[in-house]
């Protein structure tokens, strides 16, 4: 199924047969007594519900690959099991290298601390260390463009400041991996295009390995050189990306 | 912009550092948090276990300490260990069900919640140490060389405390009974744990029967508490029935706390 058979090691990200099952119980349990009432009348069913089924595919280091799929089909599970945020009930994910996860910015903000705190804060979360804050701290904020703010609580602040704040710490430094998820549609336009010519700049750069997911088949197809298919769970195509486009599009007609 | 950055010191060398890392980052949050806004701030932390003290000397010294020299700090030395105790277990209760924000968006190690809660006790323990300190400059008790055995005891008790944590966090996120039923059992240890009382009316007490007796020198704070009475109080080294108590409990309850922590981990993401 991988694109590239050569040069196994070179792959910064592999998927291998990866299935994710959550158990919907059929009614919220929540209380001890409830539990062994149901438990001691065999009535503890659960509904199980497949949201990836045998899913593989490998990324070779350098690549920009992209994730389509409608809604509902499984990319964000895909996404968070590669970022390390969920565990797959089957199979395994290996990851080559530091993940920069654009999934959910902003991880561990706290809206009563400052903008500086809360840098501190979320860049231990993503694995940074306290010198390379204290080195990058004026870059972050250059970055944002909110230097003036520095040292107010992040609940005054508005929206797309806490976004190009989260975006700012993210992509600080040239990660190993990016997994951008529609995250590009934070704050105005012109920082959305600030945010562009940043991810832009790693993909030229040769190499960070680029997980894209989008709704837009476009900027899948300007961005991507291959891409994987995933519909309800289940993985359809993988491949260059112009292919993988047109049969998408072509499911709609 | 990023090409320059040496990429030795970007990333934390070791899971451990990183751990340690977002650790002190967590603690701080805490700490910044627990005392914004407040005039007096982190005098609160001393001012707090005195104020109680003062409260306890007046309404059980007529009670139960007149045989006690120096009650107060009796009281006080009794009270801050409990307190730690009860301050770190009661919020490691909460803490995997309110980190589920963060569990939920970056790959994190998620023992580092309970142990938060944990060392933040503990930077608030240290404040009351000064409290403990003004008690004792109050009634001339000066400090031995005894109080080496500090860290010792406190590190005893950190591991006694994770354990705990690791164990009510994790189950408190399947069932949330736990949260009720926690506040109980603490109650019931602190009636069990000879805080404000002394350890003598039971033993001296022919009417009391001996399992009552026994179920208190097992309990795991009657030790520590007098491990912290031994080296402040009286003055002495811990006997090695108190120090080997100490030292089982802790061990038994991290390894529990562990075994339940690693059974439930997997699956805290779906229920939180």
């Known amino acids: 199924m991988a694109i590239n058979q050569t040069a196994a090691p070179e792959y910064a990200i592999e998927v291998n047969d990866v299935s994710m099952v959550f158990n919907m119980a059929s009614e919220q349990l929540n209380s001890l007594k409830e539990y062994f009432i149901k438990l001691a009348r065999r009535e503890l069913f659960f509904k199980e519900f497949r949201a990836l089924d045998h899913v593989s595919f490998k990324v070779p280091k350098g690549e920009v690959m992209g994730l389509v799929g409608t809604n509902g089909s499984g990319k964000s599970t895909m996404l968070k099991i590669i970022a390390g945020v969920l565990e797959p009930s089957e199979g395994s994910v290996v990851v080559r290298g530091n993940i920069a996860p654009l999934i959910e910015l902003g991880a561990g903000f706290d809206l009563e601390l400052t903008a500086r705190e809360n840098i501190y804060l979320n860049g231990s979360l993503l694995g940074y260390t306290k010198e390379f804050i204290d080195e990058h701290l004026d870059e972050i904020v250059e970055f944002a463009e909110l230097r003036d703010f520095m040292d107010m609580p992040l609940k005054n602040y508005s929206s797309g400041m806490v976004a190009r704040i989260a975006f700012a710490i993210a992509t600080i430094t040239e990660p190993d991996v990016l997994i951008v998820d529609e995250t590009l549609s934070v704050g105005d336009v012109f920082f959305q295009e600030k945010c562009e010519r940043r991810i832009q700049s790693f993909i030229d750069s040769g190499n960070v390995t680029v997980l894209f997911v989008s709704h837009s088949i476009e900027q899948v197809e300007r961005l991507c050189t291959s891409a994987v298919w995933i519909e309800r769970g289940k993985q359809r195509m993988i491949g260059p990306v112009k292919e993988v486009c047109e049969a998408y599009r072509n499911q709609f007609n | ?272």
């Open chain 2, 1 to 272: 912009m990023s090409a320059t950055t040496d990429l030795s010191t970007t990333y934390a060398k070791s899971g451990i550092a990183k751990d340690v890392f977002i650790l002190r980052q967590l603690v701080t949050k805490d700490f910044k948090l627990k005392y914004r806004r407040s005039v007096l701030g982190v005098v609160w932390s001393v001012l707090n276990p005195l104020l109680m003290m003062v409260v306890m000397s007046i309404v059980f010294s007529y009670l139960f300490g007149s045989n006690i020299e120096n009650f107060p700090l009796y009281l006080i030395v009794g009270n801050i260990t409990f307190s730690l105790m009860s301050d770190s277990t009661n919020a490691a209760l909460w803490s995997i069900i309110d980190a589920a924000p963060l569990l939920k968006k970056v790959k994190v190690d998620r023992f580092v919640f309970p142990v938060q809660k944990v060392l933040f006790a503990l930077v608030n323990f240290a404040f009351s140490l000064i409290a403990v300190a003004l008690v004792m400059l109050w009634f001339h008790v000066m400090p031995t060389w005894h109080l080496v055995w500090l860290p010792v005891c406190l590190v005893l008790l950190m591991l006694f405390c994770i354990g705990i944590g690791l164990a009510i966090g994790s189950l408190a996120v399947f069932f949330r009974d736990i949260i009720h039923l926690w506040g109980v059992v603490i109650l019931a240890w602190t009636y069990l744990t000879p805080i404000f009382w002394d350890f003598s009316l039971l033993t001296s007490n022919p009417a009391v029967p001996s399992w009552i007796i026994t179920l208190v020198k097992v309990n795991p704070m009657y030790n520590y508490i007098t491990f912290m009475r031994d080296i402040f109080l009286w003055q002495q080294s811990p006997s090695m029935t108190t120090l080997a108590a100490c030292v089982l409990w802790a061990v038994v309850m991290l390894a529990v706390g562990f075994v339940i922590f690693r059974k439930t981990e997997h699956k805290f993401i779906l229920y939180v």
